[in-house]
């Protein structure tokens, strides 16, 4: 198993949400959990895939702590994801596009990239951009 192979999971669990986004959470090469964005569904503007994932994964497994975790993600996580995986202790986060890119498509998006984030957290979290990024935001030119 390969970057490549767990982002592609995540573009699919994207095509299943009510925006463009999915992400996947990896321990020990096997995906454990997957999410994908439910705001309009669920009515709450945190349902992003990435809320979603974390939550599912530490509900699972109850408890708060994902250290040892990857999470792969088909677009930048926003502010509020960032410090939602500096909070779980989430050890490596995978990217496909970046916040960047996403303005770059028009996607409303708040300017402020995750590793900016990370610097001010306590959790030095690995971040690797750029994996899948052009079937990442093909997402986008079609929503």
Known sequence: MNHEYFMDVALAEAKK???PYGAVIVK???ILAKGC???KRDCDPSAHAEMNVIRKM???IKSPSLEGYTLYATAEPCPMCATACIWAGIDEIIIGASIQDLIDC???QINLACEEII???TKD???TKGVLRQESL???ARS
């Open 17 to 19: 949400g009510d925006a």
């Open 28 to 30: 020990n090469s096997q």
């Open 37 to 39: 964005n439910t705001v």
């Open 58 to 60: 530490t509900n699972e």
């Open 106 to 108: 028009n996607q409303a």
């Open 119 to 121: 610097a001010k957290g």
């Open 125 to 127: 979290i690995k971040v």
């Open 138 to 140: 093909a997402l986008f």
